[in-house]
Nanobody, 123 residues
Framework: QVQLVESGGGLVQAGSSLTLSCVLSGGAASSYAMGWFRQAPGNDREFVAGIGGNGMITRIAETVKGRFRISKNNAENTMYLQMNNLKPEDTAAYYC????????????????WGQGTQVTVSS
């Protein structure tokens, strides 16, 4: 019943910034840990960033630490991924997910997914 809708993807040059948004409906975002995962063609899905229900606990993948920031506004049921200094290797379909904190932070298969938004970074 939980629905997740991402937006904000696009085609940008290396070094540019982009912000992705994910709106949760059918429940309260405060009741879910949420996160971002990405998958490039031929690659496995990988964890990017996660945030707890109250928005205070976060985990960021080492590959994007220092460049990406995850945040959450529970009053608007919205999670964000602020991406700076984008690199060609960041090119992937980015997916929003929601589940328990343990599943978001450790597992690669949360129960609830958005439709995905494509991020393409040119070199």
């Amino acid at each position: 019943q939980v629905q997740l809708v991402e937006s904000g993807g696009g085609l940008v040059q290396a070094g540019s910034s982009l912000t992705l948004s994910c709106v949760l409906s059918g429940g309260a975002a405060s009741s879910y840990a949420m996160g971002w995962f990405r998958q490039a063609p031929g690659n496995d899905r990988e964890f990017v960033a996660g945030i707890g229900g109250n928005g205070m606990i976060t985990r960021i993948a080492e590959t994007v630490k220092g460049r990406f920031r995850i945040s959450k506004n529970n009053a608007e049921n919205t999670m964000y991924l602020q991406m700076n200094n984008l690199k060609p290797e960041d090119t992937a379909a980015y997916y929003c997910a929601a589940d328990s904190w343990y599943i978001i932070a450790v597992s690669n298969n949360p129960a609830n997914w958005g439709q995905g938004t494509q991020v393409t970074v040119s070199s």
